[in-house]
C-alpha cells in the first residue's frame, strides 16, 4: 500500500493550490480518503474527508468554503483544492485511505503560505 502526496509548494496569502494523493496497492475506490495537515509544534489535525460512495465529503470549519476535497477513483487519485490560502494554512499536508480498522497515509507535502 503507498500513498504518494505531491503539489505543496511556496504561495502567498491569497493565492491557490491543489494537492494530490495517489494511491497504490489497494483498491482504491473502495477506501474513505481524508486530509490531514500538521503545522510546526502543533498537533496533526484533520482538514476534510471523502467516502468512498456517495460522494459525501465533509470538511474542517477552519477550511470550510476554501478548501474543497475531490476524488477521481478512476485515477487512483484525491485531490484537496485550496484557495483564499493563510498564514495559519502552513503545514505539511498528509493524506489518507481508510476503511474499517486499515489505514495507510502518505509522506506528505509541504504548503508554506508566506508573503
Known amino acids: 500500500v503507498q500513498l504518494v502526496e505531491s503539489g505543496g509548494g511556496l504561495v502567498q496569502p491569497g493565492g491557490s493550490l491543489r494537492l494530490s494523493c495517489v494511491g497504490s496497492?489497494?483498491?482504491?475506490?473502495?477506501?474513505?480518503m481524508s486530509w490531514y495537515r500538521q503545522a510546526p509544534g502543533k498537533e496533526r489535525e484533520w482538514v476534510a474527508s471523502?467516502?468512498?460512495?456517495?460522494?459525501?465529503?465533509k470538511h474542517a470549519d477552519s477550511v470550510q468554503g476554501r478548501f474543497t476535497i475531490s476524488r477521481d477513483n478512476a485515477k487512483n487519485t484525491a485531490y484537496l483544492q485550496m484557495t483564499n490560502l493563510k498564514l495559519e494554512d502552513t503545514a505539511v499536508y498528509y493524506c489518507?485511505?481508510?476503511?474499517?480498522?486499515?489505514?495507510?497515509w502518505g509522506q506528505g507535502t509541504q504548503v508554506i503560505v508566506s508573503s
Open positions: 489518507k485511505a481508510h476503511l474499517q480498522a486499515s489505514e495507510a
Open positions: 471523502i467516502m468512498s460512495v456517495g460522494n459525501v465529503r
Open positions: 496497492g489497494f483498491i482504491f475506490s473502495h477506501f474513505h
